[in-house]
């Protein structure tokens, strides 16, 4: 049903455009655009459009949330690329692990959802199937869940997040990444600007890329970035020998041996 209901739609675009002198070979359409014409086959295409939601019982109330939310989504990456000016430092701050209290979150969630003990102990290892006690292919099951769930909207701030962005935005630019998979996942890039903008946590872009360490020295270089702020040992390792700078907030997971150019901090206000 979907496929046809696509293939009508397009169909139905292209009876819009016969209404119009849109050919650029061709001359005036003689008589004008009949306006009468133009809207039948507008309304042609909203019906289609709206059979769409219909067929696979979107709500009144999910098509306006929906709406609303990717309509933040498209603001913040307008916004953004007016907010950076090719010249002047920045600073790079990942989210989950430095502003977002993940993996711990995730890993209260998944204990609850599986109706296991809460785990208080901080494991020495970023494997979460471990800390859990689960298989990779029951993982891959609960990420899936944790990321359709829209609970992303509620993690805990890691303590000190909300104040370290404002001191950081008066000296600086301010860039977030995060290697979420928002491709896969689509409403993650709202779900996570609705989580940043609740707990006010303030920026002037958003990165996310699979290899977002990497994305952050293509788009500015590595001389643009005064510092960058990490969790995880190996990227602040790998940007530290590139030439950045980079605070690794201390955590059980991330102990070992780390670049010269890799500070690590007890706490977020230490930064200052």
Known sequence: MTKDLVLGLHSELDEVL???NWKGHRGPQRGGI???NLLEECVDVLKFSLSLFTTWGFSADEIADEFE???AVVEQRYRQELRLP?????????????LADYPRAFVDWAADYMGLLPIDEEPDTLDMGEWLGVDGETLIML???WRESGLKRYMPVCTGATELLVRLVRKHKVVLLSARPYKEHKRIFADTMEWLDTNGLLHDAVLFDENKNERLLREYGADRIAFFIEDNREQANRMAS????????DRPYNQGDTHEGVTRVDRLESIR
């Open 86 to 98: 090719e010249d002047g430092l920045i600073v790079g701050v990942d989210i989950d692990g430095v």
């Open 34 to 36: 009949i306006r009468a």
């Open 69 to 71: 939310r990717k309509s």
């Open 18 to 20: 016969d209404e119009l």
């Open 242 to 249: 590139c030439g950045v700078s980079v605070y690794l907030l």
């Open 143 to 145: 990420k899936h869940e």
